[in-house]
């Protein structure tokens, strides 16, 4: 039986990048509310554009990283059961 794509144990190994995320993503919500440097339009651009590519890199490096782990063989682990 072939194993189900990001099932426990991949989501496991991804976790790791949830913190980060968690953590751009708090930043995000603190400068939408509070923005200590005030508000100018290209410094804000700039601020949310840099903050929300990393979190769209880091998005897209997790579920690179995840297909990797899921089609490796190395890391497969079928339950014997056809």
Do not use: C, H, K
């Not at 790791?16 to 930043?27: C, D, H």
């Amino acid at each position: 039986m072939s194993r189900r794509a990001f099932d426990a144990e991949i989501a496991l190994d991804l976790a790791v990048n949830v913190i980060p995320f968690l953590i751009i993503g708090f930043f995000v919500a603190v400068f939408a509310v509070f923005n200590p440097w005030g508000v100018d339009p290209l410094q804000s651009t700039l601020q949310f554009a840099i903050l929300l590519a990393t979190m769209g890199a880091l998005a897209v490096v997790t579920y690179v990283a995840a297909r990797a782990i899921e089609t490796d063989d190395r890391t497969r682990r079928d339950t014997g059961e056809e």
